[in-house]
């Protein structure tokens, strides 16, 4: 009895808290599996807070290393916290039920199906063999079918399916990667496909458009080779010019439709799957993408997209299928009519999608959270985000630092909604513009289940300024404490936010419209911010904009605002020939008509493709600056282009240089980029000096503009400045919400009076 005694007391226990992405993504079977290797007892269970585990014996030293430094794949530690207890009797290792509280811990985003279950997917001896839902602890669905946490199929809308006895054998195995895998499930037992692989590729050959329901929602399918169904499907949706992403089978695929670089290639087998903008190379049909030289790839990252191209390929048995080029490029765009959201609900898709899809195909798993794709860029050297959704949300950004618990309501275009706990800000995946019911409706329902997932009591909410956006509508419903911030203000604090800089710093704003502090349209804005500060340090010369709001989809209107500052009116004739009304507007100013004026950059452009003869009217948003931006091979500067009159930055001298149409359209682009840069480098450099300060933040949607973020980065990194991009999210308004969080935590944390709460 002595010696047992002995042994025991020798013995060290350890409660081993982890917190972070850890549930969902198969870290109790690592556990589990890390113990036993190394013969030790004790438990492991998720709860509330993340994973609980306790370890028992003689290598606890060697665990505890080991569970730091080589955790599941899809798992994101953020701390492990350790204690002695007290030794107990045990003699074995064991994996417990879950634990209900309050929520601490976090759901993952989706992931893209693995090399592993694509090998049981395409193994006519598996019992996974073409099962289009096949899954493990280290891919698929998460946070798209998951009700509340923890992260238990109870919990998920895998709960109406009742494992078979293959699968519960698998799931109860410690040396089966399905082990504790919640979606788990096969042909016996899991959800159905309403039709087959060969019959969506059928009808995509004969020039059919498909809408197949994904993880986050529906996606409308046609042949991207194929003009008359890209063309039909344009016809249909009633989306005239904006571009369409395609879907190719592998990367071998992606090099015969375009010229991708090993960063691009990379960011597009990233687990998350994005949807990656890269140069093409013009082989498929010009709907695709009307007049831009780049186009959004994607790679399959669900069972049935590898089953579509398996079927295109004539179903071969062998391996070297998946790593050769194939023929078949799908367009595969969100399924959503008329600005709603993303559609999600079989009965929803089978209505109102009967008028697009020549054939439906659906399923009978629910889909708890729609999520759009997400769609990157490579900018400057690194990924940067245009939509951040699918495969990111609602993966937390660190902030540095406790603070209160804000919920921030976003903007009115490319909504977003962030909810703070503790030191991270979750933002939610991107809802749309907040233009029509359907959307709002999307809205408010991602706001109540993030703060409900988060299990978060948010004490402050955070807005814009502007009175109308139904984001501000909905804030000010909640009761709480308001800090409305301003709309360039917020966009720079979130750059700031991201790279945890709280010192003071400059920022450049450079978007299409944002309420100003007096009720005015700003959109190019030199600031300097410092916590929940900020202070306009100058802007672009105001241009008048003939129309207001209007201005933004018929470029013409800058145009003819472009030629009244200039004092050439007279020439609307020459330049507008076709386009009556701008006759009509010219001469309305002439005879005495003030238009509204504006500092927006975007509307600059729209002035700049006007003069140029290369866009009069929109047809979705930035069509003009992204057609123009498609032109540049080189920027150039432009000797006299800008002048800085004090605190404003004026670039008349280069639009009556465009206005004159001595170029080629391509060396006008050029000239307009180039000058760009130069001039907006030379403001803030200028501000910098003066205010003792050299970061600067890049923010706003025309950071969005590949060649104007990386030149304007690359020139103010020669004047000895630090430019922060946007990188977690992106630069427009998707990211606004997170800089309004961030100035909401700073004005708490302040000694600023709270009544001053609605002026910040």
């Known amino acids: 009895m002595a010696q047992a005694d002995a042994v025991q007391a020798a013995t060290q226990r350890l409660r081993v808290r982890v917190r972070g992405a850890v549930q969902g993504v198969g870290f109790r079977p690592f556990v589990y599996d890390l113990a036993t290797r190394m013969r030790l007892d004790g438990f492991v269970k998720n709860d509330a807070a993340g994973v609980l585990l306790e370890v028992q014996g003689e290598r606890v030293d060697a665990f505890l290393e080991s569970l730091s430094c080589r955790p599941p794949p899809l798992a994101r530690v953020d701390a492990i916290e350790v204690e002695d207890v007290a030794p107990r009797e045990s003699s074995s290792f064991v994996i417990l039920d879950s634990v209900d509280g309050r929520s601490e811990t976090r759901i993952i985003p989706d992931a893209a199906v693995c090399e592993d279950c694509l090998d049981d997917l395409f193994d006519p001896t598996s019992r996974f063999y073409l099962y289009p839902f096949v899954t493990c602890t280290h891919c ?4 798209t079918l998951t009700r509340r946490l923890p992260y238990d199929r109870a919990r998920t809308s895998m709960a109406p399916f009742a494992m078979c006895l293959d699968c519960a054998r698998e799931y109860r195995d410690p040396a089966n990667r399905r082990f504790h895998a919640e979606p788990l499930c096969c042909l016996a037992c899991g959800p159905k496909l309403s039709s087959s692989p060969a019959d969506i590729v059928a009808a995509l050959r004969t020039g059919k458009i498909v809408a197949t329901k994904s993880v986050g929602g529906f996606h409308l399918m046609c042949d991207a080779r194929n003009r008359a169904a890209v063309e039909e499907l344009r016809h249909r949706k009633a989306r005239d010019a904006k571009p369409f992403a395609v879907m190719a089978a592998n990367i071998f695929s992606v090099a015969t439709i375009a010229r991708a670089t090993e960063q691009e290639l990379a960011l597009l087998q990233d687990v998350a799957r994005p949807i990656v903008l890269m140069q093409g190379r013009g082989v498929l049909v010009d709907a695709v993408a009307p007049r831009l030289n780049r186009i959004g790839v994607m790679l399959p990252y669900t069972p049935l997209h590898h089953l579509i191209f398996h079927a295109a390929a004539g179903a071969p048995t062998a391996r070297s299928w998946r790593e050769a080029p194939q023929e078949l490029v799908l367009v595969a765009t969100s399924a959503n ?22 054939l439906i195909v659906t399923h009978d798993r629910e889909i ?41 309501a976003g903007a009115h275009l490319k909504a977003t909604i962030t909810v703070t706990r503790g030191r991270e800000a979750f933002v939610s995946q991107h809802i749309g513009d907040l233009s029509n019911a359907a959307t709002g409706r999307f809205y408010r329902e991602t706001a109540r289940r993030l703060i409900e997932l988060l299990d978060a009591t948010p004490e402050l909410v955070a807005c814009d300024l502007h009175p109308d956006y139904h984001s501000t509508r909905w804030a000010e419903e909640l009761g709480l404490p308001l800090v409305r911030a301003q709309h360039h203000a917020a966009h720079l604090a979130a750059i700031l936010a991201e790279h945890r800089i709280e010192a003071p710093a400059l920022g450049l704003a450079l978007d299409g419209h944002g309420l100003g502090d007096a009720g005015q349209s700003w959109g190019g804005e030199l600031m300097r911010l410092d916590g929940a500060s900020w202070r306009r340090l100058g802007g672009l010369a105001p241009l008048p904009a003939p129309g207001g709001d209007r201005a933004a989809r018929e470029p013409w209107r800058m145009g003819v605002g472009a030629l009244a500052k200039l004092g050439r009116l007279d020439e609307a004739t020459r330049l507008f020939a076709h386009e009556s009304r701008a006759l009509e507007m010219a001469s309305l100013i002439a005879q005495g008509y003030a238009p509204p004026v504006t500092s927006s950059m ?33 920027p150039r500067a432009m000797e006299g282009g800008f002048r800085i009159n004090g605190d404003e930055l004026d670039f008349s001298p280069l639009l009556g240089a465009l206005a004159d149409r001595r170029m080629s359209p391509r060396e006008g682009a050029e000239l307009f980029h180039g000058a760009l840069i130069e001039g907006l480098a030379q403001f803030v450099a200028r501000a910098a000096t003066e205010q003792r300060l050299d970061i600067v933040a890049l923010g706003g949607g025309c950071m969005m503009n590949r060649i104007l973020a990386e030149g304007l980065t690359a020139h103010l990194g020669m004047l000895g400045l630090r430019p922060l991009l946007a990188r977690k999210l992106p630069p427009n308004d998707g990211g606004l919400s997170l800089g309004q969080a961030a100035m909401a935590r700073a004005f708490a944390q302040s000694r600023i009076p709270k009544e001053l709460a609605l002026c910040v």
Do not use: H, W
């Not at 698929?140 to 946070?143: C, S």
């Open 140 to 143: 698929g669905p998460r946070y």
């Open 368 to 408: 708890v959270t729609r999520v759009d794709d997400s769609v990157m860029s490579v900018v400057a050297g690194a990924p940067a985000f245009l939509r951040r959704a699918r495969g990111f949300a609602p993966e937390p950004i660190e902030l540095g630092g406790d603070g209160p618990c804000v919920v921030a």
């Open 602 to 634: 975007g509307r600059l452009f729209d002035a700049a493709a006007a003069l140029l003869g290369l866009s009069t009217r929109q047809r979705y948003e930035a069509q003009a600056a992204m057609e123009m931006e498609a032109l540049v091979v080189t």
């Open 337 to 358: 009519l008329g600005g709603d959201p993303l559609m999600k609900d079989n009965e929803e898709a089978q209505e109102r999608l009967a008028a697009i899809a020549d």
